[in-house]
């Protein structure tokens, strides 16, 4: 599974930005993807995630003001991310459970100045 992130780039806070992923299998097919983040000095935490059911989780720092969504037609998911906080600023990587096997793609930087 190869997993391609975008979307990324510098929003001032209180600002919006929208991150995709785009799989090169089908996403209805992947039991959960999503995206986790690290910070510098930081451990990578979850930040939302998506299941085949279609069930969502979020990290609690971002619940309310992030949203995930997936597009099984064309095999990616995005991550809408409003209310941009300097704490958000870190690498977010795109991830996907399949087949019992974590998958990761190479991450997008999100950079929020205050």
């Known amino acids: 599974v190869q997993l391609q992130a975008s979307g990324g780039g510098v929003v001032q806070a209180g600002g919006s930005l929208t991150l995709s992923c785009a799989a090169s299998?089908?996403?209805?097919?992947?039991?959960?993807i999503g995206w986790y983040r690290q910070a510098p000095g930081k451990q990578r935490e979850l930040v939302a995630r998506i299941w085949r059911s279609g069930s969502t989780n979020y990290g609690d720092s971002v619940k309310g003001r992030f949203t995930i969504s997936r597009d099984n037609a064309k095999n990616t998911v995005s991550l809408q991310m409003n209310s941009l906080k300097p704490e958000d600023t870190a690498v977010y990587l795109c991830y996907a459970d399949f087949k019992a096997s974590d998958y990761w793609g190479q991450g997008t930087l999100v950079t929020v100045s205050s």
């Open positions: 299998i089908s996403t209805f097919s992947i039991n959960a």
